[in-house]
């Protein structure tokens, strides 16, 4: 069985990091798809960055430049690492693995 646990949310101000890590089990990230995506109050879940094995992450425009995902394949764990937080990234995240793999969410707040 496949589980996703994410951990890393919490409080920060503006202009802060976070980060936010997923260990998977009963798969790899060594293959596939791994990601991570946002749902903010009242807006639908929505794609923050995602990576394969080969080829360049996809980052969400308003995350670029400030987060970076990664994986530990000796760990099995996806990570977020969120630079110059906004008040505007406070979200529930939710880890993801190909090809339909969720973890419970961890929550985000940023203040302002």
């Known amino acids: 069985q496949v589980h996703l646990v994410e951990s890393g949310g919490g409080l920060v101000r503006a202009g802060g990091s976070l980060r936010l890590s997923c260990v998977v089990s009963?798969?790899?990230?060594?293959?596939?798809?791994v990601g991570w995506y946002r749902q903010a109050p009242g807006k639908q879940r929505e794609l923050v960055a995602k990576?394969?094995?080969?080829?360049?992450?996809n980052y969400a425009d308003s995350v670029k430049g400030r987060f970076t995902i990664s994986r530990d394949n000796s760990k099995n764990t996806v990570y977020l690492q969120m630079n110059s937080l906004k008040p505007e990234d406070t979200a529930v995240y939710y880890c993801?693995?190909?090809?339909?793999?969720w973890g419970q969410g961890t929550q985000v707040t940023v203040s302002s």
């Open positions: 009963g798969t790899t990230v060594s293959s596939g798809v």
């Open positions: 990576t394969r094995i080969y080829g360049i992450p």
């Open positions: 993801y693995r190909d090809p339909a793999y």
